[in-house]
């Protein structure tokens, strides 16, 4: 399916994890958050909550200060494919991928097995939470049940796997990773970082929600006409 878009509020009934909020202090034009932290997990699948948290392995995109990971505005931007980072973080962000994979980084194309694509690092992205956080404890996108950040239990925890960000040709029956370092101000989260997720635009609140979720309408459908 293509999705589903809800009017007025968000449809739980589409969530695999409960919602939780990331700050959106912008009341005018692009919706905008602020990243605080990334990650790279090898292992545990490619949602939020590993599938083996006894044996992945998490590294963490360090010697890089908040601001140097914004260097300005950061959009959330579904009208944009592909996720643009700022050129700051290209060199810390190899650092820890070289760490996970033992290669460099780069946005050459590969031809990889899907075992060999699978076994890339899920992109954990942590963002400032609001402060009209819902009291959920339970919530696996809050920080505070990850442990990352004990300093900022109230952040949000985003996970972009690598089926998200590897984009697969056809034509030539290779995957590029569509995440860039190549802005030179802010940066735009596009629809590979959006995918996977129901997200609530909260313009009243100042906030965007996000819930895990394969947005399939259809499954909604069918409950409802069973029920």
């Not at 399916?1 to 007025?8: E, L, V, W």
């Not at 605080?36 to 890089?64: C, F, W």
């Not at 990971?69 to 944009?80: K, L």
């Not at 929600?209 to 006409?225: I, K």
């Amino acid at each position: 399916t293509a999705g589903a878009m809800t009017m007025g509020g968000a449809d739980a009934r589409l969530h695999q994890t409960p919602m939780v909020f990331a700050a959106q202090p912008n009341d005018q034009g692009w919706y905008t958050i602020k990243i605080r932290g990334l990650y790279l997990r090898v292992g545990g699948g490619e949602r939020l909550k590993s599938t083996d948290p006894q044996n992945d392995a998490i590294h963490k995109v360090q010697e890089i200060s908040i601001s140097d990971m914004n260097n300005g505005e950061v959009i959330v931007d579904s009208g944009t494919t592909d996720t643009y980072l700022s050129t700051k973080l290209r060199g810390p962000f190899n650092d820890a991928w070289k760490q996970a994979t033992g290669v460099d980084y780069d946005n050459d194309s590969h031809k990889l097995t899907d075992e060999q694509l699978l076994a890339l690092p899920t992109i954990l992205l942590q963002l400032e939470g609001s402060t009209d956080q819902p009291d959920n404890t339970a919530a696996p996108g809050l920080m505070s049940n990850l442990g990352f950040d004990t300093d900022s239990p109230n952040d949000i925890v985003v996970a972009v796997p690598p089926t998200h960000y590897m984009e697969y040709s056809l034509k030539n029956k290779k995957y590029t990773s569509r995440l860039y370092f190549s802005e030179g101000h802010g940066g735009v989260l596009g629809a590979n970082f959006m995918m996977g997720h129901d997200i609530l635009f909260d313009v009243d609140n100042s906030r965007m929600g996000f819930a895990e979720s394969d947005c399939d309408f259809a499954n909604v459908e069918a409950l409802g006409t069973s029920g």
